[in-house]
């Protein structure tokens, strides 16, 4: 059982540099969202997508874009690494936005130097 | 403003010992009350989702309980393990459709032998 897979785990980009972020469910989930992780806080909402075609920002979108063109998967897209966005990103994927749990990947940890 | 705030920050017990982590969150309108548990290096796992009807609900050693008048909810583990060990947060959602949920920053527990 695959569930939500993340790659790569670890990635270490220059500052300017872009790249993407992978994010692939096997569950047939329409809810798919990204977040960051940074020591002492929450997670923070990215962006999210509530079926293929359909994406929308979160709490932190600036410097990220998303697309959703299948029901699999999800990449997020870092236009322009800057140091800020060294952090710990988490895809999730759910059944719904109600009272169905969140399926988290297992994280990318990326530093921007 | 949309606040989740968990007690203890860390919290260290002997193998075996129960525990209990805190909650109180300043969301609204409420939907439901979700508690996490993370491991290091993994992404969140579910424990339990609560909505404003219920007041207790367990998963094995765990047991949350939700106080909606009072905005609080805590985490109870009965006769830890090692295993245990762990970040564990809790999530808010706020009844507005889509993607609010507010995430707490997370008690981190160390059990020891």
């Known amino acids: 059982n695959a569930g939500v897979t993340q790659t790569p785990k670890f990635q270490v980009l220059k500052t300017g540099q872009s790249m993407t972020l992978q994010c692939a469910q096997d569950?047939?989930?329409?809810?798919m969202s990204w977040y960051r992780q940074d020591p002492g806080m929450g997670l923070r909402l990215i962006h999210y997508?509530?079926?293929?075609?359909?994406?929308d920002q979160g709490e932190v979108p600036n410097g990220y874009n998303v697309s959703r063109s299948t029901t699999e998967d999800f990449p997020l897209r870092l236009l322009s690494a800057a140091p800020s966005q060294t952090s710990v990103y988490f895809c999730?994927?759910?059944?719904?936005?109600?009272?169905?749990?969140?399926?988290f990947g297992n994280g990318t940890r990326l530093t921007v130097t | 403003k949309n606040q989740v705030e968990q007690s203890p920050q860390s919290l260290i017990i002997l193998e075996g010992k129960n525990c209990t982590l805190q909650c109180n969150y300043t969301v609204s309108p409420f939907s439901n009350l979700r508690w996490y548990k993370q491991d290091t290096g993994r992404g969140p796992v579910s424990l339990t989702i609560?909505?404003?009807?219920?007041n207790t609900k367990s998963n094995g050693r765990y047991t949350a309980t939700l106080d909606a008048d009072t905005k609080q909810s805590s985490l109870h583990i009965t006769a830890s393990q090692l295993s245990d060990s762990a970040s564990y947060i809790c999530?808010?959602?706020?009844?507005?459709?889509?993607?609010?949920?507010?995430f707490g920053a997370g008690t981190r527990l160390f059990v020891k032998a």
């Open positions: 609560m909505t404003f009807s219920e």
């Open positions: 997508s509530v079926g293929a075609g359909i994406t």
């Open positions: 999730a994927s759910s059944y719904s936005t109600d009272n169905s749990p969140l399926h």
């Open positions: 999530v808010v959602s706020v009844n507005t459709g889509g993607f609010k949920t507010i």
């Open positions: 569950m047939n989930h329409e809810y």
